[in-house]
């Protein structure tokens, strides 16, 4: 966790308590692991209350008494290459070991343990230091011989308040932790010169930033212009920061710049380590002339280190340059010559120079350790030796009207212009600054202090807020009213008496005849005499004058009480109305003094609540009166009664009223903070808290009120135009002694700003409130892309379809750390309207859903005491949408779309109502045609039956008529005919006769089944064909034909005669010597036939046009059952034909 620490020295803290230990040990833990910059690093470290709760078991309040330490043993200080054992370094352990082994350890023990033990009980009864956040010096009498720590205090040293401190170290981000200079830029940012390079600190994170134009990185001066240019010192040469770009100095390239002032507008004068000075000068128009103040370089004094002179520091006195040197003292630098100042007491050695307030010159030297190394004096012959141990001085810094020196080892010291010296070290601030080696001190325009140390750098708030005791028992710092009288005298009312402040002692004595009294109110009447309500009644004292002593003040009891904080007549409330004198008597009501006497004015009837906690008047036009149960009450002058506007707090308990400048009373009650208008209904400006007392700053700003809480410390409430009440929070984490806080008093400040006393139930707490206004700049702006900062200046238009905006920024401030920010935003139409408005502690701010237009967007930041910043307003445009040409031709199109969509619906349904009609009368025509062949078959059957029966019977019947013919005939007739001749002709005529009746109505069908039926078909025409056209056939058939295809008697009719027509073309067309006829049916029921000849090749297209009618009937048949029939040319000669019916068992039945 040492992060930069310097590898040639090492801290050994003391064994000390155990719980001085833990804390140390905590305190180093969390210098090292905070997990943010200054930011968190800043606040009351977490570990120290983890620490206690695991002691006690609630978490533990903040005392208003400091922490003592019970420790009697010194920091010590060791150098690792001094070590002891073997090269390791020793413990203290092993070393108070060897020391007690010795036998002088032995002879001396008893001796040296009665000699402690009474200087611990002497240590104990010493009057404990007040509370304070450094240690005061004290003069030294005589030199001391040097030793590994300083000398402690008399008293034990005081713990500063870590809520004051903060660093940024290696592990916020630092290049390296050896911190040279500190400077601040005109927007806020500090800036950190390390050895390792420049580091720009914005708040929240740390950078390290490049140096063009120059070869190293080792930082030594820093310095700011009047024009917001930085300027830096490296070892390699300077550069200047200028709106963002770097721009070496090339005049002085290889020169180490040690120090760096800007006496006036455009001049700058830079020291080095060459022996020279130059100075620096810039015209208005940014270009700028460089030239050495020195003829030649000046050569070291030095014997041991000859070489070029070394120029250590700068300062401007009467409008002349002086110079502090090593080996040759404070040079004056006039006319291109270097004289040597004369100085009463020796300086040869000089680190840093300065000038105070007054004009006081302040050198100083490099000299041992624990010597004094300060000189001062009005004039550098009358320089003397400030006799204060600083060891070497390594820088002095003028901060208004006081000094601060830094040292290389002894830490850190400041000289008040009318105070004693204070020192600030590692030990005495309990681990605030990290190093008791300083080498830079910087203030910023908020009054931080600033230290660059050897452990990176570490941030001092002088006006946070720093608790102090009142009493020496917690009864003395439980604070119940604080105020101020008309002599400028500060009073504090206690549960245990009251308190007069001594501003030159710094502590609180008691006022005495009221020691043991519950202290609620403190006036002032007409007269000059205070009067004192408390618990145990009514005080009135004698008048008042400047140099009263209020110690002794005696007071007058006029009404008595039993003295407990909620017994009967208890004085809660003192207010002064149209002259007279009116108290808040717990129990009793409103009472009115009158010649030392009070009378009771409201109540008078016992019934009503008399528990009046709370007096206020409003001019001369009204007393206000608060209870503890029953709300708001209006006393005119005349009568106590209700008024209606106050209606909203009714059983509510009122505890404090207040009225501000624009006639707006604000309420403190148990429910929160009220807020009530003139004509106007009242509002709960802070609600959920509750509320004990209302202040307003001494400054007189209206619409700010400062409220005092238990529970949650310190609010201050402010009325805002657009925002309305905006609330801030001051509690124990900020260094309140206690969240409960019953008193706020706020003092108007010399320089115009006003402080404030803050009492508790844990004693006083300072604290002034910020004034520098916070710098608020964008981090990130986005829209459909990432826009750049830059362009807020001129604002931002979005192009259609763009209507959202994200704005991100970012606040700085060096008293209030990124978290406590609160941010408003604000976005307006062109009307100024508001549409939207956002107040929080989020940093961003999202537009979204935005009609085209214009925008203005106002963003603003708060700090914790509510100081805003100056608003960021930029414009946004919104651009219309374009004149949709392509979403118009579209739209046509779509709509012409829709029409021919619409026509083609209607076409299609007429179509298919049409295809439908089309279809049905297909069917009805396939069926007819189905019928129509079927009533031909029938007919055939008909014919040939008729044929068979009658014609073939007489047939017979001739030819047996024939066989009755005599064999020669007539002997006298001519030649007769023949009767075996006319028999064979009859049998002739007879055979033609069946066969014409096969061919009408095939017998095989029904005789031997479809598959003999196909085979005859085949066979028939082989011998039905002339003996030159005869061929060789072969027939083959599925054995599952039958099974398979179960087709109709139809069905097997029309596939007999589109065989026999095929056939019959095969023989009579094709001359074919060999034909092949196929049959067979799929398990699905599909039917295929195939006929394949090697005769003459068949173009069915050509026998289209031929006047036959065998194709056009077997396409008939073939569509009268839905089959399909095709002939193919095969490559080798001869004809394919194929008939193919598919789901041949779903055919038509006959």
């Given at each position: 966790?040492?992060?930069?620490?310097?590898?040639?020295?090492?801290?050994?803290?003391?064994?000390?308590?155990?719980?001085?230990?833990?804390?140390?040990?905590?305190?180093?833990?969390?210098?090292?692991?905070?997990?943010?910059?200054?930011?968190?690093?800043?606040?009351?470290?977490p570990?120290?209350?983890?620490?206690?709760?695991?002691?006690?078991?609630?978490?533990?309040?903040?005392?208003?008494?400091?922490?003592?330490?019970?420790?009697?043993?010194?920091?010590?200080?060791?150098?690792?290459?001094?070590?002891l054992?073997?090269?390791?370094a020793?413990?203290?352990?092993?070393?108070?070991?060897?020391?007690?082994?010795?036998?002088f350890?032995?002879?001396?023990?008893?001796?040296?343990?009665?000699?402690?033990?009474?200087?611990?009980?002497?240590v104990?009864?010493?009057?404990?230091?007040?509370?304070?956040?450094q240690?005061?010096?004290?003069?030294?009498?005589?030199?001391?011989?040097?030793?590994?720590?300083?000398?402690?205090?008399?008293?034990?040293?005081?713990?500063?308040?870590?809520?004051?401190?903060?660093?940024?170290?290696?592990?916020?981000?630092?290049?390296?932790?050896?911190?040279?200079?500190?400077?601040?830029?005109?927007?806020?940012?500090?800036?950190?010169?390390?050895?390792?390079?420049?580091?720009?600190?914005?708040?929240?994170?740390?950078?390290?930033?490049?140096?063009?134009?120059?070869?190293?990185?080792?930082?030594?001066?820093?310095?700011?212009?009047?024009?917001?240019?930085?300027?830096?010192?490296?070892e390699?040469?300077?550069?200047?920061?200028v709106?963002?770009?770097?721009?070496?100095?090339?005049?002085?390239?290889?020169?180490a710049?040690?120090?760096?002032?800007?006496?006036?507008?455009g001049?700058?004068?830079?020291a080095?380590?060459?022996?020279?000075?130059?100075?620096?000068?810039?015209?208005?128009?940014?270009?700028?002339?460089?030239?050495?103040?020195?003829?030649?370089?000046?050569?070291?004094?030095?014997r041991?280190?000859?070489?070029?002179?070394?120029?250590?520091?700068?300062?401007?006195?009467?409008?002349?340059?002086?110079?502090?040197?090593?080996?040759?003292?404070?040079?004056?630098?006039?006319?291109?010559?270097?004289?040597?100042?004369?100085?009463?007491?020796?300086?040869f050695?000089?680190?840093?120079?300065?000038?105070?307030?007054?004009?006081?010159?302040?050198?100083?030297?490099?000299?041992?350790?624990?010597?004094?190394?300060?000189?001062?004096?009005?004039?550098?012959?009358r320089?003397?030796?400030?006799e204060?141990?600083t060891?070497?001085?390594?820088g002095?810094?003028?901060?208004?009207?006081?000094?601060?020196?830094?040292?290389?080892?002894?830490?850190?010291?400041?000289?008040p212009?009318?105070?004693?010296?204070?020192?600030?070290?590692?030990?005495?601030?309990?681990?605030?600054?990290?190093?008791?080696?300083?080498?830079?001190?910087?203030?910023?325009?908020?009054?931080?202090?600033?230290?660059?140390?050897?452990?990176?750098?570490?941030?001092?708030?002088?006006?946070?807020?720093?608790?102090?005791?009142?009493?020496?028992n917690p009864?003395?710092?439980?604070?119940?009213?604080?105020y101020?009288?008309?002599?400028?005298?500060?009073?504090?009312?206690?549960?245990?008496?009251?308190?007069?402040?001594?501003a030159?002692?710094?502590?609180?004595n008691?006022v005495?005849?009221?020691?043991?009294?519950?202290?609620?109110?403190?006036?002032?009447?007409?007269t000059?005499?205070?009067l004192?309500?408390?618990?145990?009644?009514?005080y009135?004292?004698?008048?008042?004058?400047a140099?009263?002593?209020?110690?002794s003040?005696?007071?007058?009891?006029v009404?008595?009480?039993?003295?407990?904080?909620?017994?009967?007549?208890?004085?809660?409330?003192?207010?002064?109305?149209?002259?007279?004198?009116?108290?808040a008597?717990?129990?009793?009501?409103?009472?009115?003094?009158?010649?030392?006497?009070?009378?009771?004015?409201?109540?008078?009837?016992?019934?009503?609540?008399?528990d009046?906690?709370?007096?206020?008047?409003?001019?001369?036009?009204?007393?206000?009166?608060?209870?503890?149960?029953?709300?708001?009450?209006?006393?005119?002058?005349?009568?106590?009664?209700?008024?209606?506007?106050f209606?909203?707090?009714?059983?509510?308990?009122?505890?404090?009223?207040?009225?501000?400048?624009?006639n707006?009373?604000?309420?403190?009650?148990?429910?929160?903070?009220?807020?009530?208008?003139?004509?106007?209904?009242?509002?709960l400006?802070?609600?959920?808290?509750?509320?004990?007392?209302?202040?307003?700053?001494?400054?007189g700003?209206q619409n700010?009120?400062?409220?005092?809480?238990?529970?949650?410390g310190?609010?201050?409430?402010?009325?805002?135009?657009?925002?309305?009440?905006?609330?801030?929070?001051?509690?124990?984490?900020?260094?309140l002694?206690?969240?409960?806080?019953?008193?706020?008093?706020?003092?108007?400040?010399?320089?115009?700003?006003?402080?404030?006393?803050?009492?508790?139930?844990?004693?006083?707490?300072?604290?002034?409130?910020?004034?520098?206004?916070?710098?608020?700049?964008?981090?990130?702006?986005i829209s459909?892309?990432?826009?750049?900062p830059?362009?807020?200046?001129?604002?931002?238009?979005l192009?259609?379809?763009?209507?959202?905006?994200?704005?991100?920024?970012?606040?700085?401030?060096?008293?209030?750390?990124?978290?406590q920010?609160?941010?408003?935003?604000?976005?307006?139409?062109?009307?100024?309207?508001?549409?939207?408005?956002?107040?929080?502690?989020?940093?961003?701010?999202?537009?979204?859903?935005?009609t085209?237009?214009?925008?203005?967007?106002?963003?603003?930041?708060?700090?914790?005491?509510?100081?805003?910043?100056?608003?960021?307003s930029?414009?946004?445009?919104?651009?219309?949408?374009?004149?949709?040409?392509?979403?118009?031709?579209?739209?046509?199109l779509?709509?012409?779309?829709?029409?021919?969509?619409?026509?083609?619906?209607?076409?299609?349904?007429?179509?298919?109502?049409?295809?439908?009609?089309?279809?049905?009368?297909?069917?009805?025509?396939?069926?007819?045609?189905?019928n129509?062949?079927?009533?031909?078959?029938?007919?055939?059957?008909?014919?040939?039956?008729?044929?068979?029966?009658?014609?073939?019977?007489?047939?017979?019947?001739l030819?047996?008529?024939?066989?009755?013919?005599?064999?020669?005939?007539?002997?006298?007739?001519?030649?007769?005919?023949?009767?075996?001749?006319?028999?064979?002709?009859?049998?002739?005529?007879?055979?033609?006769?069946?066969?014409?009746?096969?061919?009408?109505?095939?017998?095989?069908?029904?005789?031997?089944?479809?598959?003999?039926?196909?085979?005859?078909?085949?066979?028939?025409?082989?011998?039905?064909?002339?003996?030159?056209?005869?061929f060789?056939?072969?027939?083959v058939?599925?054995?599952?034909?039958?099974?398979?295809a179960?087709?109709?008697?139809?069905?097997?009719?029309?596939?007999?005669?589109?065989?026999q027509?095929?056939?019959?073309?095969?023989?009579?067309?094709?001359?074919a010597?060999?034909?092949?006829?196929?049959?067979?049916?799929?398990p699905?029921?599909?039917f295929?036939?195939?006929?394949?000849?090697?005769?003459?090749?068949?173009?069915p297209?050509?026998?289209?046009?031929?006047?036959?009618?065998?194709?056009?009937?077997m396409?008939?048949?073939?569509?009268?059952i839905?089959?399909d029939?095709?002939?193919?040319?095969?490559?080798?000669?001869?004809?394919?034909?194929?008939?193919?019916?598919?789901r041949?068992?779903?055919?038509?039945?006959?």
């Amino acid at each position: 966790g040492a992060g930069g620490l310097d590898r040639t020295r090492s801290k050994t803290l003391p064994r000390g308590t155990e719980k001085e230990q833990e804390v140390s040990r905590r305190t180093d833990e969390w210098e090292c692991c905070c997990g943010s910059a200054v930011a968190q690093c800043g606040e009351a470290p977490p570990h120290l209350r983890r620490f206690d709760n695991q002691q006690e078991a609630v978490p533990p309040c903040v005392e208003a008494q400091p922490r003592r330490s019970n420790s009697t043993r010194k920091f010590t200080e060791r150098h690792s290459l001094s070590a002891l054992r073997g090269g390791k370094a020793a413990n203290a352990r092993a070393t108070r070991k060897d020391f007690l082994s010795t036998d002088f350890g032995l002879r001396v023990s008893f001796s040296t343990f009665w000699l402690l033990l009474s200087a611990f009980f002497l240590v104990l009864l010493l009057p404990p230091a007040p509370a304070s956040s450094q240690t005061a010096e004290p003069q030294p009498t005589q030199s001391s011989p040097p030793s590994p720590s300083p000398s402690p205090s008399p008293s034990p040293t005081p713990v500063t308040g870590l809520n004051q401190w903060g660093a940024v170290t290696l592990f916020h981000g630092l290049p390296s932790d050896r911190v040279h200079a500190i400077a601040q830029g005109p927007d806020g940012v500090m800036w950190f010169g390390t050895e390792a390079g420049l580091a720009k600190f914005d708040g929240r994170r740390t950078q390290t930033v490049t140096i063009n134009g120059l070869s190293t990185a080792h930082v030594l001066a820093l310095q700011s212009d009047q024009e917001g240019a930085l300027w830096i010192g490296t070892e390699a040469g300077a550069a200047r920061l200028v709106a963002g770009e770097f721009e070496a100095i090339s005049e002085i390239a290889g020169n180490a710049i040690t120090a760096i002032i800007t006496p006036e507008r455009g001049r700058v004068v830079m020291a080095t380590e060459q022996g020279n000075i130059f100075e620096c000068r810039v015209q208005p128009d940014g270009s700028r002339q460089t030239t050495p103040l020195l003829t030649q370089p000046l050569q070291s004094a030095d014997r041991e280190h000859p070489g070029p002179l070394v120029f250590t520091s700068l300062a401007i006195v009467n409008k002349r340059v002086f110079a502090g040197s090593l080996s040759r003292g404070v040079l004056a630098i006039e006319d291109g010559l270097a004289r040597e100042m004369e100085t009463r007491a020796s300086a040869f050695f000089v680190r840093a120079l300065q000038t105070d307030a007054s004009g006081k010159i302040w050198v100083g030297t490099r000299v041992k350790k624990d010597e004094p190394g300060l000189l001062t004096g009005a004039e550098f012959s009358r320089l003397a030796r400030n006799e204060i141990p600083t060891g070497t001085v390594t820088g002095v810094q003028n901060i208004g009207r006081d000094i601060w020196v830094a040292t290389d080892g002894r830490g850190v010291f400041l000289f008040p212009e009318q105070k004693k010296v204070q020192r600030f070290t590692f030990d005495g601030t309990a681990g605030g600054l990290r190093s008791d080696h300083v080498y830079a001190i910087f203030r910023d325009r908020e009054d931080v202090i600033w230290f660059g140390t050897d452990r990176g750098v570490c941030r001092y708030d002088p006006n946070a807020a720093r608790a102090e005791a009142v009493g020496n028992n917690p009864e003395s710092n439980f604070v119940r009213t604080l105020y101020q009288t008309s002599k400028g005298q500060l009073l504090a009312g206690t549960n245990r008496g009251l308190f007069v402040y001594d501003a030159s002692a710094s502590l609180w004595n008691p006022v005495s005849g009221l020691e043991r009294n519950i202290i609620y109110a403190i006036e002032e009447d007409n007269t000059g005499r205070l009067l004192v309500g408390s618990a145990s009644g009514f005080y009135v004292g004698s008048k008042l004058s400047a140099d009263a002593n209020l110690q002794s003040q005696t007071f007058n009891r006029v009404e008595a009480s039993f003295g407990s904080a909620d017994a009967v007549g208890s004085i809660r409330a003192i207010a002064q109305f149209r002259g007279g004198v009116y108290v808040a008597s717990y129990g009793r009501g409103v009472e009115q003094l009158e010649d030392n006497r009070v009378r009771n004015l409201w109540p008078s009837d016992s019934t009503i609540p008399r528990d009046v906690v709370s007096l206020f008047a409003d001019g001369d036009r009204r007393l206000i009166v608060g209870s503890a149960s029953d709300g708001v009450f209006i006393f005119d002058g005349t009568e106590v009664k209700p008024e209606p506007a106050f209606a909203k707090l009714k059983g509510s308990t009122v505890r404090s009223i207040l009225s501000t400048p624009d006639n707006s009373l604000w309420l403190a009650t148990n429910r929160g903070v009220y807020l009530c208008k003139a004509n106007s209904e009242c509002i709960l400006a802070a609600p959920g808290f509750e509320a004990r007392y209302l202040a307003r700053d001494a400054t007189g700003k209206q619409n700010e009120v400062w409220c005092g809480t238990t529970g949650n410390g310190l609010l201050k409430i402010s009325l805002d135009d657009q925002l309305g009440p905006i609330l801030s929070q001051l509690d124990a984490e900020q260094g309140l002694p206690s969240q409960n806080v019953f008193a706020v008093r706020s003092q108007a400040q010399a320089d115009g700003s006003s402080a404030l006393l803050i009492g508790t139930s844990r004693g006083v707490a300072r604290y002034q409130p910020g004034r520098a206004t916070p710098t608020l700049y964008a981090t990130r702006v986005i829209s459909k892309r990432v826009h750049s900062p830059g362009e807020l200046a001129t604002g931002l238009s979005l192009e259609y379809p763009q209507n959202s905006l994200l704005l991100d920024v970012a606040a700085i401030s060096s008293r209030t750390f990124p978290e406590q920010f609160q941010y408003a935003f604000t976005l307006a139409d062109s009307r100024g309207a508001v549409i939207k408005q956002k107040l929080s502690r989020e940093s961003q701010f999202i537009m979204e859903g935005l009609t085209a237009g214009r925008y203005r967007v106002t963003a603003r930041a708060f700090t914790k005491d509510l100081i805003a910043s100056e608003p960021m307003s930029f414009e946004l445009s919104i651009a219309k949408a374009p004149f949709p040409w392509t979403s118009t031709a579209l739209a046509i199109l779509l709509a012409l779309a829709l029409l021919a969509l619409l026509w083609a619906i209607l076409e299609r349904r007429r179509i298919a109502a049409t295809s439908a009609a089309l279809v049905e009368a297909n069917s009805e025509l396939a069926d007819a045609r189905l019928n129509l062949a079927n009533e031909a078959e029938r007919e055939r059957r008909r014919i040939a039956r008729d044929l068979h029966d009658q014609t073939l019977a007489d047939l017979r019947h001739l030819m047996l008529l024939s066989d009755q013919l005599p064999a020669n005939g007539d002997a006298g007739a001519g030649k007769q005919l023949d009767a075996g001749v006319l028999r064979t002709e009859i049998e002739s005529i007879s055979q033609e006769v069946r066969r014409i009746c096969e061919d009408l109505s095939p017998s095989v069908l029904q005789n031997v089944g479809f598959a003999a039926a196909l085979e005859f078909a085949l066979s028939h025409a082989v011998q039905d064909a002339p003996p030159e056209k005869q061929f060789e056939y072969e027939f083959v058939c599925d054995e599952s034909l039958e099974e398979h295809a179960r087709l109709p008697a139809n069905v097997q009719m029309q596939i007999y005669r589109i065989v026999q027509e095929a056939v019959s073309n095969v023989w009579r067309h094709a001359g074919a010597t060999h034909v092949k006829m196929t049959v067979k049916a799929s398990p699905a029921g599909e039917f295929y036939l195939q006929l394949k000849d090697n005769g003459k090749d068949f173009e069915p297209q050509e026998q289209q046009n031929s006047r036959g009618r065998g194709l056009a009937n077997m396409r008939a048949r073939a569509s009268l059952i839905d089959a399909d029939i095709s002939w193919e040319k095969l490559e080798s000669g001869g004809t394919v034909f194929t008939l193919q019916l598919k789901r041949a068992a779903a055919s038509r039945p006959s």
